[in-house]
C-alpha cells in the first residue's frame, strides 16, 4: 500500500484535483437538469445540447473578444455572457412554442419531442461551428497554474480549475437554495414542483414559472459548457455524452435533490478522474458502474425518498 | 384493417420482391430496410408498453459483431444467424433483469447509458474490436454454398424477407396472447396490471428480451450485408433512428414498421446526397411534424384512405 502510494500518490492527487475540477462542471449542467425535472416533469434530452452550444457560443465570443483587441481578461465574463446569451435565446421559444403543447401528454411522446429537439441542435451545431476541434483555452491561461503542496511533493495545475470551477458551483449551489427557500419567485417554484394543482389553484401562473424555470435550467446548462469550453477541445457529441452524464448523476442523486445532485456530481467526477489515470479504458464506464450499483441497492437513489412506483 | 393485415403483408412482399428484381441496386437497400424493420418490431413492442428505448441499436451492433468474430471461423449465414440473435437475446436477458425495475425516462436514459458504455468499449478496445476502423466481414456461405455476388445478394434478401415474416408472425401471435395484452396494461395502469396477478416485469421483461432477439438478429443481416461492422451501429443516433422510424411507421399492427423502414431507407437513399450534413436535423423535423400532426405515423394515414376507399 504504501509502496504503491509512493509510486502513484502524483497521479492520485492529479486525478483527486481533476475529479473535483470535473464534477463541478457535471454539477452545473444536472442541476439544471433536475430543476427542470422538477418544475415540468419532463426529462429534456436536448439539455445536453444546452451545454454543447453555450461550450460553442462561449469559444466563438472569446475568439471574437481577442479578435476585436480587447483586452484579455475579457475572456472570463465573455463566459458568462455567452452562456446567458444561449439560455435567453433558445429557452424561451421552445418552452413557449413546442414543449407548451406537450404538457398534457403521454411521458412518452414528451421524451420524444425532446429527443427531436436534441437531434434537431446536434445538427445544427455542426452546421455552425463545423466538425473539426474548437478550442477556448484564453480564460485558463489568463489565470495561470498554481503548484499544490501533495504528499511532499507539488502539483502543477491551472488555477482555473483548481479554483475558479469549484468556486461557481458552489456559489451555484448556495445561490439556488437561498433563491428557492427563500426568494418569492423560488417559493414559488417549489410549490409549482410538489403540487402544480394545488399552486394553481392558488393562483399562481404556472405557465410563467415553467417559462423562468426552463430558461433558468437552459441557462445552467449553457453555463457548464460555457466554463468547460476552456478545459477541453469541442467537438460534435459532447452534447449527446453530457445529457447521459447529467442523467447519471440525477439518477443516482434521486430526482429532485439539489444538494443531493452536488456530492453525487463528486462522486462521479472523482470516480471517473480516477479511472482516466489508472484505468484508461473503464473511464466511460465508471459513472455507470456507480449509477448502477447505487440503483441496484438504492432504486430511488441515494438521496430521494421512495415513491412508489415513480421509477 | 387488422383482418385485411396478412393480405397487405403478402403484397408488400410482392412489391419489395418486384422492385429488387426491377432496380437490382436497390436489393440492398431493401435488405437493410427490412433488417432495420425487424429492429422497428422490438422498439413497436416496448412503445405498446408506454415505453421508449434510446439504446436499441446496441443489440443490433451486437448481432453485428458476433457475426463479424464468427464469420472467419465458422462462416455459414445459417449458424451464424441464430448464434447472433441468441447471443442478442442473452444479453438482453441480462440487461432487461436489471432494466424492466425502470419505467419512462429511467427506462429510456438507462438503455441509453448502457448503448453508450457498449459503443465506447466497442471504439476503445482496439486489439480486439479496431476501434472506429471497424471490422470487414467474411464472406459467408448459405447451407454450404457459397454463391457468388448476385445470387448471395438475393439469397440476404429472402433471408430477410423470411425473417421479416417470421417475427412479424410471432410478434402478431404475442400481441395478441395475454402476455402481449398486458403490455398495454403497463402503459395505462400497471397497479391494476398487479392487482389482476400479472407480474408487470415479466411482462415487460418478455417484450424486452424478444425486441433484443428482432434487433440482434436485424444486426446480423446488416453485417452480412454491408460486410463491414463499425462501432456507429452502437451510436445513440443509429437508435434515434430505430424510434424514429417506429413513430413514422405508425403504430397500428406489426406491417408498421416494415412499412416506415422501406420508406426511410428509400427516402435516404435518394436524400442523403441532399442533406448529408443535415440528416439528424431532417429527422428531428419530420419526428416533430409526425408526433404533433400525424400520430398515427404511415399506417395511420393509409388505415384513413383504406377506409375511405371503402365508404
Redesign the interface.
Known sequence: MIDWFHENGLLLGLALLDGLAYAALVFMVAVGLNLV?GVLRI?N?AHGSFYAIGAYAAASLSAFIAAQGLPPWAALPALLVAAALVGALLGPPIEAL?LR?IYSG????Q???T??????L???Q??IWGVQPVSNDGAMRLLGTVDVPFAGDVIPFTAYQLFLLPAVALATLAGLAWFLRRTLTGRVIVAVTTDREAATAMGIDAKRVFLLTFTAGAMLAALGGALASPTTALVPGIG??TI?LS??VI?TAGLGRIEGAALTALLIGLGRSVAVYFAP?L???MP?II??AVL?VR?QGLFGAAEA?R? | MRRAEPLLALAGAAALVGIAYAAPWLRFVLTIALAKGLAVLGILLLLKAGQVSFGHAMYAAVGAYVVAFAAPGMGEALVLLPLATGIAGLLGLVVGLFITRYREIFFSMLNLAISMVLYSMLEKFYAITKGTDGIRVAPVTFAGLSPERESAEWAMFAIALLLAFGFGIVARLYLASPMGQALAGIKTRETRLEFMGVPARHVLLSAYVFSAVMAGAAGAIIAMTTRHVTPLLAYWTTSGELVFIAILGGAGGVLGPFLGAAAYELIRVHAAAAFADLWQLTLGIALLLVILFAPGGLWGVLARLFRRVRA
Do not use: G, T
Open positions: 425535472f426529462l434530452v413546442l403543447r403521454e411521458p412518452v411522446i421524451l420524444l419531442v429527443f427531436a429537439l436534441f437531434m434537431i446536434e445538427d445544427a455542426k452546421l449527446a455524452q447521459v442523467f447519471a439518477a479504458e473511464e466511460v464506464v455507470y449509477m448502477v441496484l432504486p412506483r421509477i
